[in-house]
Structure formats: C-alpha cells, structure tokens
C-alpha cells in the first residue's frame, strides 16, 4: 500500500497544474495542456495522473527484473526531496552537478569513485608519511569527490532506468541515458519538449510539494515490488524447509515401523 497516492485532487493540491507563461512553453506540450489563466499555462491533471500510472508500471517492471534507478534532480527545489526519496527506496542518486560521462564514460567515473574510496579509508597507505599540507589537500579531495559521487558510490553497474526532475536542467544525463538506451523518466514542465524522455510526467517542475508528491509517489512504488520479492523469497525459503520436516518424519516412521516388526 503506497503512502503517497496520487490523483487528481492530491496534484492540485500541490499546484502541480500551474504551467510556465504562455509565451515561454514549448509548442510540443500541447497535448498536455487543459488551458491559459492570467497568462499561465494550466496542465491536464487528468493526463498528469495517466502518464504518472504508466511511468509506475513500468518502473515497477524494470524493479522487479532486478533493474536500478537513477534519480537525478540537481536543481535546488530538488535536491533534498530526490535525495529522500531515493535512499528510501535504495536507489542512486545524484543531486549536486550532473558529471559529463557519468553514464557514457562510466568506467573513468568508477575510478574516480575508487579514488573516493580509497580516501575515506583513514589506515590507506597514501596518508603514512605525508606533511600536514598533503594531508589537507588529501582531505579536500575527499570532501569535493564525496559531493559529486555519495549517491552513486556503491553503484557497479550502468541504472537500468533514469528519473529526472525537470528535462531542461537535466538534459545531457537524458542525453546520456538515451545514447545507451536506457529508459527515461521525468517530471516535464510546459516549457519543455515532453519527447526529451520516454516517459514523460507533465506537471510543475518547480514546486517542491509537487515534485515531493511525485517523487515519493514512485519511491513508494518501488518499495511495494522490494517487499513483494521479499515476501516471495521468505515463502521459497520456508517450502524448501517443508521437505526437510517431512523426510525427518518419514525416517522416524520407518523406525518405528522395523522395530514393530523385530519384536513380532
């Protein structure tokens, strides 16, 4: 059962429905628009809630294969809600300055995470006899590489699947995901071209509650498939247990029934 249900009322709520002035959308969103008011765009909220369904299912799916998700909001109504929202679910993130290369030359930015790693850990041999001075600069290594990569630090692997808060600020991660066909995702303002990702999400990207509701909406949707594999898992454990039982009882059995027979 998901936390952050999401309809209709509960985007309006929010003020997902308040569009970009008329004179700055993108003529590709018009589908999504339901009409003008004091010179803003309003969004079809009806289309929101569709598009946000078809976005679960199919995260839900790419989740229950195994996949990851990357969630990527770098702008500062973003940062925090993403951030939550991901490590609720336990998928990556990065809310600080999107990398060029972080999905395309992934192998340079696992190196760059290994360096990371190899800082943190205070008994590493590059801190034994270095100067006050290089141990400073050292630390500051740390900080700078910990901000770019503490969401995806432990991830090994290329994301199965790319989530975006807003498709303007994030556009070369989605150029990136798209490059090696990874499935896009994002909450899309009517100022840009909803065709930017495979799943658009119209609605405001600008407010936090709305991005909150979102976000969390589908953090929620993610743990629903967490808690269902893990179910299933518990019940594969415990029938692979059952025939255990029952062989130690078919030994008792069979026991019971040679010594009946010795006293006959």
Avoid at 85 to 97: F, H, L, N, T, W
Avoid at 113 to 131: P, W
Wanted: hydrophobic share 35%.
């Amino acid at each position: 059962m998901q936390n952050n249900e999401v309809n209709v009322q509960s985007l309006l709520d929010v003020g997902a429905h308040f569009g970009h002035p008329t004179s700055k959308w993108n003529p590709n969103y018009a589908n999504f628009i339901a009409t003008k008011k004091n010179g803003i765009h309003i969004i079809d909220l009806h289309k929101t809630e569709q598009h946000i369904s078809k976005a679960v299912k199919e995260l839900q799916s790419i989740t229950r294969k195994g996949g990851s998700v990357l969630f990527v909001g770098t702008k500062k109504q973003a940062k925090s809600v993403v951030q939550e929202a991901a490590d609720k679910c336990g998928m990556y993130y990065i809310v600080e300055r999107w990398l060029g290369g972080t999905l395309t030359n992934f192998m340079t930015i696992k190196k760059s995470i290994k360096r990371l790693l190899l800082l943190e850990k205070e008994s590493s041999d590059i801190y034994q006899n270095i100067t006050k001075k290089e141990h400073g600069m050292l630390q500051r290594e740390k900080v700078k590489l910990s901000d770019l990569h503490r969401g995806i630090k432990d991830m090994k692997h290329l994301p199965r699947a790319l989530f975006v808060v807003d498709g303007i600020s994030e556009s070369i991660a989605i150029s990136e995901a798209r490059n090696l066909n990874i499935p896009t995702f994002g909450i899309i303002d009517s100022n840009t071209d909803p065709n930017i990702v495979d799943f658009p999400i119209p609605a405001n990207d600008d407010s936090v509650k709305c991005i909150n509701l979102i976000v969390n909406h589908i953090a929620d949707a993610i743990n629903d498939i967490h808690a269902k594999k893990n179910s299933s898992n518990e019940v594969v454990e415990n029938k692979e247990k059952e025939p255990e039982k029952n062989s130690a009882a078919d030994s008792s059995t069979v026991e019971k029934d040679t010594s009946e027979k010795e006293k006959k």
